[in-house]
């Protein structure tokens, strides 16, 4: 048997001491940089939640007769149950025409700077009004919204219950208050990441921690950090290397659209990546259906980084602990048509 002497017994205690410093050292630069999901909702500004507010909210959000054609509901391009997300390049709206961008998921959005991929909606309460007047998308009209509520009965009570004192509570921006207030509850806490960042070390494995290394050392943090892990800034999608035009499209300029400024061209909300396992394809073109190849596309054409397979394979490993419990909806049953509600556009 092999005698393992003095200084062989201090050197392997030296290799241990500093491999559990170096994970202290990685935790504590986690815990700074990002913030586990809660499991309850935040209070949205101006729009408090109540039961009858947010069951109101999952009625409207899988209402497909919010639509022109009464055949789309926010669900069919946010689907529950589906990453939040609807799994295609670009979704599906009125009359087969496809949108500009690939649908963001609606999981943990609330934690968002901003809703859309150019921040034109401040909140989930002005995002839920826009795919509803959209005519690419469900292409109906704020005054239609409100007719074809008015004109299916069993809404009048459920919209009582939850704008109660209110002389006429089927209105547009009730229906974006309702909808805003249900999407607010649909988070995915407890990820293994999430686990970790509350102190618990063995929540990661060794190559997800080695991930998470990879992930702050290369840079990533700059504009993947906070509670979403992104979601919280704006960045030029091609700050050093600009992909290819399948990838970043010549004509979609982002954030440009919205402030009319010219150093906002292709400037895109920083996507979270919360869930991003179960998400593809991705970037706002949709372009992208392998999570791999979109890890190093960030590393070159964010970092000027060329990651090897190897890093590549960590830090998409690493991304997988992202992914929370997801949530658990029960389908509403919506109230139904009678004779006199508005029929669907031809």
């Known amino acids: 048997m092999r005698t393992m002497t003095v200084a062989s ?82 979704s599906l709206g009125h009359r087969w025409q496809h949108g500009g961008r690939n649908a963001p998921t609606v999981y943990n959005a609330v934690f968002d700077l901003a809703q859309f991929w150019d921040g034109r909606a401040s909140d989930l ?22 007719e074809q509520l008015k004109g299916i009965p069993g809404y009048a009570q459920v919209f009582a219950k939850a704008f109660p004192n209110t002389a006429d509570p089927i209105t547009f921006d009730n229906v974006r208050k309702a909808i805003a207030v249900f999407e607010a509850t649909l988070l995915t806490p407890n990820a293994p990441f999430d686990r970790y960042l509350k102190g618990n070390e063995k929540a990661l494995d060794a190559t997800q921690k080695q991930g998470l290394a990879l992930f702050i050392g290369k840079g990533c943090t700059a504009c993947h950090n906070g509670i979403n892990v992104g979601g919280g800034m704006y960045a030029p999608f091609g700050l050093v290397e600009r992909p290819g035009a399948d990838i970043l499209p010549p004509g979609d300029k982002g954030r440009f659209a919205v402030t009319k400024t010219a150093s906002d061209e292709y400037v895109f909300r920083v996507p979270p990546l919360r869930n991003i396992a179960l998400t593809a394809p991705y970037f706002h073109s949709g372009k992208v259906w392998d999570l791999r190849q979109a890890v190093a596309i960030m590393g070159s054409s964010q970092l000027g980084a060329r990651l090897t397979d190897d890093e590549v394979s960590k830090i998409e490993i690493f991304l997988g602990s992202l992914t929370g419990d997801q949530p658990v909806v029960t389908l509403p049953i919506l109230p139904p048509s009678v004779a006199t509600t508005p029929r669907p556009k031809p």
């Not at 241990?16 to 202290?24: D, K, N, R, V």
């Not at 729009?47 to 009625?59: I, R, Y």
């Not at 309460?125 to 409100?146: I, R």
């Open 125 to 146: 309460e002005q995002q839920a009004g826009g795919p509803l007047v959209n005519p690419v998308e469900m292409d109906t009209t704020e005054a239609h919204v409100v």
């Open 9 to 90: 017994l201090m050197t392997i205690g030296c290799l241990a001491s500093g491999l559990a410093w170096s994970q202290i050292t990685l935790m504590k630069q986690a815990q700074g940089l990002f913030k586990p999901i809660p499991a309850t909702a935040p209070p949205l500004k101006g729009n408090a939640s109540t039961p009858a507010k947010v069951n109101l909210g999952k009625m409207l959000y899988f209402e497909p007769r919010l639509s022109a054609s009464h055949s789309i509901s926010c669900n069919s391009c946010h689907m529950i149950g589906m990453g939040g997300v609807d799994l295609q390049e670009t």
